[in-house]
C-alpha cells in the first residue's frame, strides 16, 4: 500500500500543479472581461455627457434665435413709435409692446447664460470621464498583452504536465485506488491525499479517531479522513 500511497503522491504533485493552472486560466478571462465592462460604463457615461451637452447647445441656439427675432421685433416696435410721436395712445401702447419684449429678452438671456454654465460643467465633467477612459485603455492593452503571454505560457506548462502525467500514470495504480483519487483530486480542487500528523488531518484540520489513526500506520489499505474524505497518509512512512 506504501507504493499506491508513493505513485498518488507523486500524481498529486502534477495535479496539484494543473489544477493551479486551470484556475489560472479560469481567472484570466474573466479579469479581462471585467476590465472591459468598466470601460464599457464609462464610456457610455462619457456618451450619455456627450448627448446632454447636444441638447443643452441645441436649446442655446433656440434661444438665440428667440433673442434675435425679439431684438428685431423691437426695432420696429421702436421705429413705428418714433413715427407715431403725435399719437398719444398709439405711442402708449408701443412703449407697453417694447417694455414686454425687452422683459421677454432678458429672460430669455438669463436663461442661456445658465444653460451655456451646464454646457461648461458638462463638459469638465466629460472631458474628466475621457482622461479616465483613456488611461483604462492604455492599461486594458498592457493588461490584454499579459494576459496573453500569462495565457500560453500557463496554457504550455499545462500541456507538458498532462503530458508527464500519462507517463506517470503508467505506474502500477489500482484501479479501485485510481477511481477514489480522480473522484477526490476534482472535488477537492487539487489536493486528494492529506497528511495525518499527530491524529490531525493537515488538510481539514479536524482530529480522526485513534483506529482510524492505527489503520493509516499500518498502511495495509487506503483509509479515508472522515470529515473531508481525503485519503490520509504518514509522512515518515511516504
Ligand atoms: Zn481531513
Known amino acids: 500500500m506504501q507504493e499506491v500511497i508513493q505513485a498518488l503522491l507523486s500524481l498529486q504533485e502534477l495535479d496539484t500543479e494543473i489544477f493551479r493552472l486551470q484556475r489560472e486560466l479560469r481567472r484570466l478571462p474573466q479579469e479581462h472581461a471585467r476590465r472591459r465592462a468598466q470601460i464599457q460604463a464609462s464610456t457610455s457615461r462619457r456618451d450619455e455627457i456627450k448627448r446632454k ?9 433656440e434661444i438665440d434665435d428667440e ?11 421702436e421705429h ?25 429678452i432678458g429672460t430669455a438671456e438669463e436663461e442661456g447664460v445658465g444653460l451655456l454654465e451646464q454646457v461648461d460643467a458638462a463638459q469638465i465633467e466629460q472631458d474628466k470621464i475621457q482622461a479616465e477612459i ?20 500557463a496554457q ?26 480522480d473522484r477526490l483530486i476534482q472535488s477537492r480542487e487539487g489536493i486528494a491525499l492529506a497528511e495525518i500528523d499527530g491524529r490531525v488531518c493537515q488538510a481539514c484540520f479536524m ?5 482510524l489513526s492505527v489503520r493509516v500506520a499500518r498502511a495495509v489499505q487506503l ?10 497518509y504518514l509522512r515518515q512512512l511516504a
Not at 53 to 61: A, C, D, F, H, I
Open 53 to 61: 451637452v447636444m441638447e443643452l447647445k441645441v436649446r442655446v441656439k
Open 67 to 77: 433673442t434675435n427675432s425679439a431684438r428685431q421685433r423691437m426695432r420696429k416696435v
Open 80 to 104: 413705428e413709435a418714433s413715427n407715431s410721436r403725435s399719437d398719444v395712445a398709439l405711442l402708449a401702447a408701443y412703449q407697453h409692446q417694447i417694455r414686454t419684449l425687452r422683459k421677454e
Open 134 to 153: 483613456d488611461s483604462l485603455e492604455s492599461e486594458f492593452t498592457e493588461f490584454s498583452e499579459n494576459v496573453r503571454k500569462e495565457t500560453d505560457a
Open 156 to 181: 504550455e506548462a499545462l500541456d507538458r504536465l498532462k503530458q508527464e502525467r500519462k507517463s506517470r500514470m503508467a505506474s502500477s495504480i489500482p484501479a479501485e485506488s485510481l477511481g477514489l483519487y
Open 207 to 211: 482530529e480522526v479517531p485513534p483506529n
Open 223 to 232: 483509509a479515508q479522513c472522515p470529515s473531508c474524505d481525503r485519503i490520509l
